[in-house]
C-alpha cells in the first residue's frame, strides 16, 4: 500500500526538492476529474511501494498552481496523470497516463546507488 503524502502548496516542492538528495521522492499528479488518473492511481495503490521513498499526491484540479510550478521547477511538460520521480533535486524519471507503474518507479530507487 502506498503511503501518499498530501502536496497542497508551493513550499512543499522545496523540501521535496532538498529531501531529494536524501532518497528519491515521487510526485503523483492526480486529475480527479479523469478516468485514467483514477485507474493510474488505484493500480499505484493495489503494488506494493518501495521502501525508501516518499510518495506526494497532487490533486492537480484544486492546485493548478502547484501543478503548474512542478512542470517549471523540474523541466517536464505537465500531464495528467503522471509520475514523476525526484533525486538529487533533478526529476530523473515521468511517465504519463497508462505507462504508469509501481514496477517501473520502484525501479528508479534501484538505480543510481
Known amino acids: ?3 501518499w503524502m ?6 512543499q516542492l522545496s523540501k521535496i526538492q532538498s529531501d531529494s538528495f536524501l532518497h528519491p521522492v515521487v510526485i503523483f499528479k492526480h486529475s480527479t476529474r479523469c478516468s485514467i488518473s483514477s485507474m493510474a492511481k488505484s493500480r499505484l ?10 510518495f506526494y499526491y497532487l490533486d492537480l484540479i484544486r492546485f493548478r498552481p502547484v501543478s503548474d510550478r512542478i512542470a ?12 514523476l520521480v525526484v533525486k538529487d533535486g533533478k526529476c530523473v524519471y515521468d511517465e504519463s497516463h497508462m505507462g504508469i507503474t509501481m514496477e517501473a518507479i520502484a525501479q528508479q530507487s534501484e538505480t543510481g546507488k
Open 72 to 83: 517549471g521547477m523540474f523541466n517536464v511538460p505537465h500531464e495528467s496523470p503522471q509520475v
Open 45 to 54: 495503490d493495489k503494488a506494493i511501494a518501495p521502501q525508501g521513498m516518499d
Open 1 to 3: 500500500m502506498t503511503n
Open 6 to 11: 498530501d502536496l497542497k502548496n508551493e513550499e
